[in-house]
């Protein structure tokens, strides 16, 4: 079993910065893949990054590419969501996900995910 807790989380201006962690308990991360996934009010929740149980494979949203960094270190069972010149679109309770299935890709799917947490908190004003 896999606990997730997403901290990190809070208020910023457009084009500020904020970086995402989760911890982890049970399996170590070297066997998970893991991903944050976001859902804004109204709206479904959505991928956006992921990165594979080898840390060697990363996948990103089109919207986030170039602005967000997915990371994981193993040693302390944490995995990282760097958000860079956030936008007020950015606005959504990220959660922190894990899959223990050890696949060659990042998934992007709500379903192919095992393990979530209860989310944190983004709200980016202009």
């Known amino acids: 079993q896999v606990q997730l807790a997403e901290s990190g989380g809070g208020l910023v201006q457009a084009g500020g910065s904020l970086r995402l962690a989760c911890a982890a308990s049970g399996p170590t991360l070297r066997a998970l893949a893991m991903a944050w996934f976001r859902q804004a009010p109204g709206e479904e929740r959505e991928f956006v990054a992921g990165?594979?149980?080898?840390?060697?494979?990363?996948n990103y949203a089109d919207s986030v590419k170039g602005r967000f960094t997915i990371s994981k270190d193993n040693e302390i069972n944490t995995a990282y969501l760097q958000m860079d010149s956030l936008k007020v679109d950015d606005t959504a309770v990220y959660y922190c996900?894990?899959?223990?299935?050890?696949?060659?890709?990042?998934?992007?799917?709500?379903?192919?995910?095992?393990?979530w947490g209860r989310g944190t908190q983004v709200t980016v004003s202009s």
């Open positions: 996900a894990a899959d223990p299935q050890r696949v060659w890709y990042v998934r992007t799917q709500n379903d192919e995910y095992d393990y």
């Open positions: 990165i594979s149980w080898t840390g060697g494979l990363t």
